[in-house]
């Protein structure tokens, strides 16, 4: 059979005109002094509507919703996207100050059935008693990379012995920032220094940034044998999966445990003990085990990303969230552990995102009972119990085999 020859012109219509957009000259910072952040925005999307003959008004902000979005949080603002915010809780949390209060959840989502999981975790928790969390604080990290230009250098011990200089120049680019301590690593003609910091309130990436290039550049001109090669190693795994954040933790690693009874296994969660242990068994350790997981959870990423988002946080650390481990065991009475430990929360109560104005009302819902803490510390250990709700709440329906039904009732799929 003759092949015909197909035309894509009567599909791929060439523009009539070459634009500034696409010959690369569209300036979207260009805009006219003296407008309001909302003003800026609908003229930069309204060029590009215009040069790309696209609709984009849902994009348009209303007065007063984005705060100073368009100055410190996001370059060349065109809008916002609006995410569904829901509510789960109250969850009753023992915290590492030994205080107990009820913490209520802010879920920024687009997955159905996730609140509604999480939310029954919660009733199940609040009727066992609660959740016990508790926190080490790791300090943010930055791992500078230099080059070893002379091995017979004595730069171990050069760096040992300057350690009190380059404290000092760390600690001096912020009056919130302290060194708590450092590491190092030698990978053929390459040495890495990963600097641990409290970063007091703010999450603190920036912040421990700005500090290492600092010293890099101070080891550079004052260690014989050296050469500052980049600010960002990789070896602090900033934003990515790795064993080591997985052994030896980052920024806050927390853990948040609780006993179920029989009796709320059966009435909460719809299921039983003996059910719970076997979907574990297979799940947690032998599926996580064939797929050579970091990490076995059931779901943790999912809960971490909508409490990120909603409360200001960079969404992106949901990376290292995703490192969580879950344990469930049996206990005397047919009773049941379940725990988890998430090894690298990355959260601030100040600066990044938390001010934005919806951002900042659902970081005060979060943390609107004012422990002692209130601090990073409690933000971490909040999101660790609702970590521990989702978990308990999905095993659970897998379970009994709801899990689908679950997404067919919440999440419209059809």
Not at 80 to 104: D, M
Not at 372 to 378: M, Y
Request: aromatic fraction near 4%; hydrophobic fraction near 40%.
């Amino acid at each position: 059979m003759e092949r015909k020859h197909i035309s894509l012109a009567h599909i791929i219509k060439a523009p009539e005109k070459e634009g500034p957009l696409s010959k690369g000259k569209m300036n979207l910072r260009d805009i006219p002094s003296g407008l309001s952040v909302e003003q800026r925005c609908n003229e930069r999307r309204s060029r590009l509507e215009k040069e790309l003959d696209v609709n984009l008004s849902r994009l348009q902000p209303a007065e007063g919703a984005i705060g100073h979005a368009d100055e410190r949080n996001c370059e060349q603002m065109i809008g916002h996207v609006p995410l569904p915010v829901g509510y789960a809780g109250p969850l009753k949390v023992r915290f590492s100050s030994s205080e107990t209060t009820y913490i209520h959840l802010p879920l920024a989502t687009t997955e159905g059935a996730l609140i509604a999981s999480v939310n029954r975790g919660c009733k199940a928790l609040n009727a066992s008693g609660g959740v016990k969390a508790s926190s080490v604080h790791h300090g943010m990290s930055r791992s500078l990379a230099f080059r070893i230009m002379n091995h017979e250098s004595r730069i171990m011990d050069n760096l040992k012995t300057t350690e009190k200089q380059w404290r000092t120049i760390a600690e001096s680019t912020s009056a919130h920032l302290n060194v708590l301590r450092y590491e190092v690593d030698i990978a053929g003609r390459h040495l890495f220094l990963t600097l641990f910091c409290d970063t007091d309130k703010a999450m603190g990436m920036n912040m421990v940034t700005f500090a290492a290039q600092a010293v890099g550049e101070w080891v550079e001109e004052n260690i014989t044998g050296l050469e500052f090669i980049t600010v960002a190693g990789n070896v602090d795994s900033d934003k990515k999966p790795s064993a080591r954040a997985h052994a030896r933790g980052r920024g806050y690693e927390v853990a948040a445990e609780a006993t179920l009874s029989a009796e709320v296994i059966r009435s909460v969660l719809k299921t039983t003990p003996e059910a719970l242990l076997r979907v574990a068994h297979a799940k947690l350790e032998l599926g996580s085990i064939i797929a050579g997981a970091i990490g076995k959870n059931l779901h943790a990423a999912n809960v971490i990303a909508a409490l990120y988002l909603a409360t200001g946080q960079d969404a992106a650390h949901v990376v290292e969230g995703s490192l969580a481990d879950t344990r469930i065991s049996a206990l005397s009475n047919h009773r049941i552990y379940a725990g988890v430990r998430v090894p690298a929360l990355l959260v601030g109560i100040r600066g990044g995102g938390t001010t934005l104005p919806a951002q900042e009302q659902c970081l005060n819902m979060l943390m609107h009972s004012k422990t002692s803490l209130h601090s990073n510390a409690q933000l971490s250990e909040s999101i660790g119990a609702a970590v521990l709700a989702g978990e308990i709440s999905l095993l659970s329906a897998q379970a009994a085999h709801h899990l689908a039904g679950a997404h067919r009732k919440h999440g419209r799929e059809r």
